[in-house]
């Protein structure tokens, strides 16, 4: 199996990875904070710890990946 073969569904696994991982994100704009409202938590800045952070982290990587991918399939014609 050649590389040209195997990168169209690396690119599909990249971007299931990436789409879960954006959706995993908490949300930092809530319903109620587009209307002024707010808990204190949602409407200001907060340090990502634990979970949260791994995944913030995971998506940037994800991202980065699926990015690179893209380019080579535009770089080789795939």
Known sequence: MSITEVIPYVQIILSVLL????????????????????DGFSSGY?????????????TIVVAFLFVLVSFFIFAKGL
């Open 19 to 38: 789409v879960l991982g954006i959706l995993l994100q908490q949300s930092e704009a809530g319903l109620g904070g587009a209307f002024g409202g707010g």
């Open 46 to 58: 907060h340090t990502k710890r634990g979970a949260e952070r791994f995944i913030f982290i995971s």
